[in-house]
């Protein structure tokens, strides 16, 4: 954005300024903290660190006597876990095709929406909606619109002459996972068109003029000005979108519960039906161990971005 | 100033895309309101009718009176997640100022602390907060499922907050200290009143956070009467056995009820939040 080199300009001065009196500002910010970190350490760190540490362990909650160190027992087993490994393979399939359909889809929306006249600039609130609407509802509703027999999309899509017969959605593994990507492209298309339009008005008028002036036809025009000039704002806006759909629950939740068999079954599925639905709390924080470095290197690499492009 | 002429063609292709976008947006969102206004028993019907004939809230009485009431579910959804909003609200407030005007050491990691931690896979931190729980007896209580939300909410509320106050100029600040205002005087008489919608939008995601979890309640409350209403639904209505869609999409528009008033009245500060929020940094 652009007054944040302004900002930083405004933070240096601030560090001249607050030289004389940083022990007052350490007590200050110790106050202003303290509430904070006090929540957070208890939320989120002690968490974790005990997660980390039961991970080493054996601890399964329908046995209570049985809590001793095995090092990497949990991790050697989870190398060997075939249920592991689909639900690396789904993970990846359902966060890459769902945050993919999405950009592309909110991209054609936001290009059209750009051409709008002024007067219609209120529709612009009305495909925000599904971006609100609560993950269990969006569950609820795509799995009623998913079902078999009363499914409006089954009768549709026949009516259309997509289909000859009913279609089985979410009793066979592979329609089922597109059902829940359809799902969450529905939730998610708000959010990226909304950054896509903030992207768009950044292009600078004058360039998209010159390639008009020399000769430059839409395509070229879109591929050549637009899209440079939007890059970023697609990569950060996806990558924290991968991210995020590496945690979500409700939808597929109420959509299959990870079924049929495990063909949806995702991350934070697994290791809340490991953790409590089988009480195996030990191997369930090893799993869980697994994806938080995988998300902490998304993390990295996200923030790495957002400070380099702005 | 040279401009590109549209062709008619060009203009009726952006229409349709802008029209099939709306059909498919708005569509599903019709016909929850669609079935919820129907019979049990026209849900079934081979050819669905598109609309409502007539007002049928039959589904809607059913959810006060019947078997599974959510009057309760409600209740307590309201109780945590407003209580969640004060937590975030305060505590954000507070940490996001220091960390955004004052220069301490560990600075650089706190922050650094707090924008990944918005980005856990949540489920992990669940499993020792729900032994923590059991030790401390916060299981089912209001408290403890509030705790639980604001791992979340506090986290990207203190990056929010830090955001607004970054783009206050220092100046205004620096003048009140001239004058002999304390650090506490400036942030209630100054920069609180300026970073206002910054607070309204961290309330906003505080709330909806709370109000949509499912996860959290599902594990760290198991008596009914402290459900909240997504766990409370899929109590109702989730199963296989159970295909009261009437009332499945009954509840879930009076789930929909808050945000999307949030939605309507507080739309600046939702737009605000999503685009400045999580990607300024």
């Known amino acids: 954005m652009p007054n944040n080199k302004f900002r930083k300009k405004k933070n240096n001065v601030q560090l001249k300024n607050r030289g004389g009196n940083l022990h007052d500002s350490s007590k200050t910010a110790v106050i202003l903290l303290a509430p904070g970190l006090i929540i957070m350490s208890f939320v989120i760190l002690y968490p974790l660190l005990r997660a980390f540490i039961l991970s080493f362990y054996n601890r399964e909650l329908t ?48 290009i059209a929406l750009d051409q709008l006249p002024k007067k219609f600039s209120g529709l612009r609130g009305l495909i925000l909606i599904p971006w609100v609407i609560p993950g269990i509802v969006v569950g609820f509703l795509f799995l009623y619109m998913f079902d078999y027999d009363v499914g409006i999309i089954n009768f549709f899509l026949q009516r259309l002459g997509v289909i000859e017969e009913y279609v089985p959605w979410l009793m066979d593994g592979n329609l089922a996972m597109i059902a829940i990507i359809v799902a969450h492209v529905w939730n998610q298309i708000p959010f990226h068109t909304l950054m896509i339009a903030a992207g768009l008005k950044t292009v600078p008028r004058d ?13 070229q025009e879109f591929w050549h000005v637009t899209l440079p000039n939007i890059k970023g704002i697609l990569v950060i806006s996806s990558l924290l979108m991968l991210i995020r759909n590496f945690n979500n629950f409700p939808i597929i939740f109420t959509m299959t519960g990870g079924g049929p068999g495990e063909s949806t079954l995702t991350s934070v599925l697994h290791i809340y039906k490991l953790a409590f639905e089988k009480f195996q709390l030990s191997y369930a924080s090893a799993v869980g161990m697994i994806w938080v470095v995988v998300l902490l290197v998304m993390s990295i690499v996200y923030i790495r971005l957002l400070q380099k492009e702005y | 100033m040279i401009k590109r002429k549209h062709s008619s063609l060009w203009y009726s292709a952006m229409a349709i895309i802008v029209i099939l976008t709306l059909l498919w947006t708005l569509f599903p969102i019709y016909w929850m309101l669609v079935t919820s206004l129907k019979r049990d028993m026209d849900v079934f019907d081979a050819i669905p009718t598109l609309w409502p004939e007539g007002l049928n809230i039959q589904s809607y009485i059913e959810l006060i009176n019947g078997e599974n009431p959510i009057y309760g579910y409600f209740i307590n959804s309201v109780i945590t997640s407003l209580g969640t909003v004060v937590i975030a609200i305060i505590v954000a407030t507070l940490a ?22 918005q980005m856990f896979p949540l489920v992990v931190l669940l499993i020792p907060i729900y032994l923590l729980f059991v030790q401390t007896n916060l299981l089912n209580t209001y408290l403890g499922l509030i705790l639980g939300f604001t791992s979340f909410t506090i986290p990207f509320g203190i990056w929010m907050i830090k955001g607004f106050v970054d783009s206050i100029p220092i100046e205004i600040e620096e003048a009140a200290m001239i004058d002999g205002c304390s650090r506490f005087q400036i942030m209630k008489k100054i920069v609180i009143p300026l970073i206002v919608p910054g607070i309204v939008t961290t309330g906003i995601f505080a709330f909806m956070d709370a109000w949509n979890n499912l996860l959290f309640p599902l594990t760290l409350i198991n008596d009914v009467g402290m459900k909240t209403l997504p766990p409370g639904m899929i109590l109702s209505f989730a199963g296989q056995f159970k295909h009261d869609w009437s009332g499945m999409m009954a509840a879930s528009t009076i789930v929909c009820i808050p945000v999307v008033m949030v939605f309507i009245f507080l739309q600046r500060y939702l737009v605000e939040g999503l685009t400045g929020g999580s990607v300024k940094g």
């Open chain 1, 63 to 110: 046995k209570p006597n049985q809590n001793s160190f095995v090092l990497f027992e949990n991790f050697q087993r989870l190398l060997h876990d075939d249920t592991f490994w689909t639900t690396v393979k789904n993970t990846f399939t359902f966060t890459l095709t769902t945050v993919f359909i999405s950009v592309i889809i909110a991209l054609v929306i936001a």
């Open chain 2, 96 to 117: 996001g100022y220091a960390l955004s005007r004052l220069r301490f050491r560990f600075r650089k990691s706190i922050l650094m602390s707090v924008l990944v931690t």
């Open chain 1, 207 to 219: 360039l998209q003029e010159a390639a008009f002036a020399e000769g430059a036809n839409r395509w």
